[in-house]
């Protein structure tokens, strides 16, 4: 009977860790196991997102641009067509120039938000 020497061991151990850095543990394009087991729990139970309620409370009101930014401030008030107003954003604490436009087509007012200059 042969016996497994050294080299046998050495040479399989190589090719094991060989094939466990090519085809690697997951997958996923990251590379790393990857859950979503985000929940939140409000009012006795879990959630799977904060509610509105909740988020206004905190941050505000909230407004998203025409590009999906999100923007929100504790105080806002209505913005007429075409006019400016400074509000302090909660959500990227700094201050910023709100202006309203008023969209026909959807019958309500869209918003552009810049950084204000002094920033």
Not at 1 to 15: D, G, P, Q, T
Not at 87 to 99: D, G, I, N
Request: a positive charge; glycine letters at 6%; hydrophobic letters at 35%.
């Amino acid at each position: 009977m042969k016996s497994i020497s050294r080299y046998h061991i050495l040479l399989a151990v190589l090719a094991l860790l060989l094939s466990i850095l090519i085809k690697g543990c997951t997958t996923n394009p990251s590379g790393a196991f990857e859950y979503n087991t985000t929940s939140y729990f409000i009012n006795g139970k879990f959630e799977d997102a904060i509610p509105d309620s909740i988020i206004r409370k905190v941050y505000g009101f909230v407004i998203t641009e025409q590009n999906g930014n999100q923007h929100s401030y504790r105080i806002f008030r209505e913005i007429e067509h075409y006019g400016k107003e400074i509000l302090f954003c909660t959500a990227h604490k700094k201050w910023e120039v709100v202006s309203a436009f008023w969209q026909s087509e959807k019958a309500k007012y869209e918003y552009m938000v810049r950084t204000h200059r002094k920033q």
